[in-house]
């Protein structure tokens, strides 16, 4: 395992994402925090909501922002990188197995989701203001679904990226991320699915519930929540089957 | 220490489409019955070739021919369906970062980090060799400078010119200083200058006991530059030299390209037996290629044979000794079909 190389790789991401930070920052919390104002601050303002849709809302939120920023942040430039141009191929040729490239791909992407789930923090609470009562019982946990939250949001990334192209962008927007987002139980929690029961059973299927949820068990366990333990399994099963998934996807990419 | 070259047996056949970064290729396979729709592509039909360390060596061949495929193998990026490759002593699928160590790629087409500035690519690649950052700086400056690059240094590359990414393409291969440098088709595009510095860099770096290997399919190029040429056609080699070797193969090295009104087997026989002819072969009934060891002296001779055969002489043409000549003796199409 050449480190040297591995951390170059990291070096040289990292020195593209400074460079597109201010794009990159609007990118991933003009959308969450614009739902942020206008359900937290002015639905339950006016009172349409209850004040406590404030707390509710937020772990939904942090989900979003870190999901949403790590397939981005991974499939996006990989997508462009193997289009025609193959511009990854300077680091195809770099003196590393290729698959850990990807996983390079992965750890970058993690960075980036982790640190866009805590910045979202403290930004939404000053977007909401007053009146959120986040707890975190135990911190282990809570870092232990960041990390797994990342991690699955930068696998999907890595899967998705190596298996689109460039002209199907806009779709996997569409037709993947928008529904599973919805259906993501990230605007409400899991057990107000209870009175649409197949809905209920059905979006278990969706990573991005256990997401929600586990921040949701973590950040305000004072709401309805899934057990931690299960998200916890839930989301590493998802990573390991996104990894491999992935890995394999960007082998056939990589290589003709 | 130089590094050698060798290849046994490769083969390589696409089942899909091939991917654009290893050219274009002819379709040969066909489609057996509805269960296959698939066309399966020999771009590799068992190759084997073996390159001195310290050497300039060509692939020559027109499109299609299997030299990209070539290059892709021995640079890890294409798997081949069967034989064996080795840089040195490494095997190429075996120990691919050793090899990856000691090899620097010049693709066909630029293939830059477009996120980063053309200086950054430089360091970054030279990061990625685990070059330390004093050398690494210091290297990107002077070959920045010798690519005549150095203003332009801090641009996106996203901006640049053929040309100049082309030189980019070839001051990166050249940042971890490798062993063994592949260049696919590095002049195509090129404006005569830049190609004439090209040529001349690459020289250079073959003088500090460097090994190349080059594709073409520039003759004039091939002649200029390698010590040794393989000609390639449908993935095979099918001739090995020296250039001067195989142009000297040709036989009698003139080629006379005719065209007569009338083209009868009395006429080919009688110009057979010119003296000086080495070989008749005649195309499709009107077009008639005479290798011989003389050019023009030899068409008042044909003219009279013609018309005392009864098949007037309506088109010449003569090329002098010449790769192009040999390709076409091998293969019976010319480098630019």
Redesign the interface.
């Known amino acids: 395992m050449n480190w040297k190389a591995f951390g170059a790789m990291l070096a040289r991401d990292a020195h593209v994402a400074r460079r597109n930070a201010i794009q990159l920052f609007f990118q991933t919390f003009l959308q969450p925090l614009l739902f942020v104002f206008i359900f937290g601050r002015v639905m339950v303002g006016s009172g349409y909501m209850p004040p406590q849709y404030k707390s509710l809302l937020l772990p939904g939120i942090i989900a979003i922002s870190m999901v949403f920023t790590g397939i981005w942040a991974v499939a996006m430039p990989l997508i462009a990188e193997f289009q025609w141009t193959r511009e990854i191929e300077d680091r195809l040729l770099a003196p590393i197995d290729i698959r850990w490239i990807a996983i390079e791909k992965v750890l970058a992407g993690m960075i980036q989701a982790a640190v866009a789930g805590l910045v979202v923090i403290p930004l939404a609470w000053l977007v909401l203001g007053r009146g959120v009562g986040l707890s975190v019982q135990s911190p282990v946990e809570f870092i232990a679904i960041v990390l797994l939250v990342s991690a699955f949001s930068a696998c999907g990334g890595l899967a998705l990226g190596c298996s689109m192209n460039q002209q199907h962008i806009g779709l996997m927007f569409s037709m993947l991320l928008t529904p599973m987002i919805f259906f993501g139980c990230t605007y409400y929690p899991w057990s107000a699915l209870d009175k649409f029961p197949i809905l209920q059973k059905a979006v278990l299927i969706n990573p991005i519930v256990y997401a929600s949820e586990g921040m949701r068990g973590t950040l305000v366990p004072q709401f309805p929540h899934l057990s931690t333990l299960a998200t916890l399994a839930a989301l590493l099963f998802f990573d390991v089957v996104l990894l491999v998934v992935g890995l394999r996807q960007f082998d056939k990419k990589a290589i003709s | 220490m130089a590094v050698g070259v060798r290849t046994q047996d490769l083969r390589k056949i696409?089942s899909s489409a091939?991917?654009?970064?290893?050219g274009g290729f002819v379709a040969r396979g066909s489609a057996k019955g509805s269960k296959q729709p698939k066309p399966q592509i020999t771009a590799l039909d068992g190759l084997s070739l073996e390159i001195q360390p310290g050497e300039i060596f060509g692939l020559l061949g027109p499109n299609g021919a299997g030299k990209s495929t070539t290059v892709?193998v021995l640079?890890?990026?294409?798997?081949p369906t069967s034989g064996q490759a080795w840089i040195g002593q490494h095997d190429v699928w075996k120990e691919?970062?050793?090899v990856?160590?000691l090899?620097g790629?010049v693709?066909q087409?630029p293939?830059?980090?477009?996120?980063?500035t053309a200086r950054?690519?430089l360091i970054?690649?030279a990061?990625?060799?685990?070059m330390g950052s004093k050398e690494r700086n210091e290297r990107a400056d002077s070959l920045l400078e010798k690519f005549k690059l150095t203003d332009r240094a801090n641009q996106m590359v996203r901006g640049f010119s053929g040309g100049m990414m082309q030189r980019l393409s070839i001051a990166?291969a050249m940042m971890h200083d490798p062993q063994l440098l592949f260049l696919d088709e590095p002049s195509a595009g090129l404006d005569p200058q830049t190609r004439i510095l090209l040529w001349d860099i690459i020289r250079d770096y073959n003088r500090e006991g460097k090994t190349i290997l080059l594709t073409t399919h520039y003759m004039e190029e091939a002649d200029a530059l390698c010590h040794r040429l393989a000609i390639v056609d449908h993935g095979k080699i099918i001739a090995l030299d020296t250039p001067q070797q195989l142009k000297a193969s040709i036989p009698g090295g003139y080629l006379l390209r005719l065209r007569f009104g009338n083209q009868t087997p009395e006429l080919l026989q009688r110009l057979q037996s010119l003296a000086g002819v080495r070989e008749v072969r005649s195309n499709d009934g009107t077009a008639t290629d005479v290798y011989a060891d003389r050019g023009g002296s030899l068409i008042p001779e044909i003219a009279a044979v013609a018309v005392s055969a009864g098949g007037e002489l309506s088109d010449v043409h003569i090329s002098e000794p010449s790769l192009e000549n040999l390709f076409l003796h091998h293969t019976g199409r010319s480098l630019r079909d």
């Open positions: 696409y091939p991917p654009m970064a290893a892709g640079t890890t990026r294409v798997r691919q970062a050793e990856k160590h090899i790629v693709p087409r293939n830059h980090d477009f996120s980063l950054e690519i970054f690649h990061a990625y060799f685990g990166r």
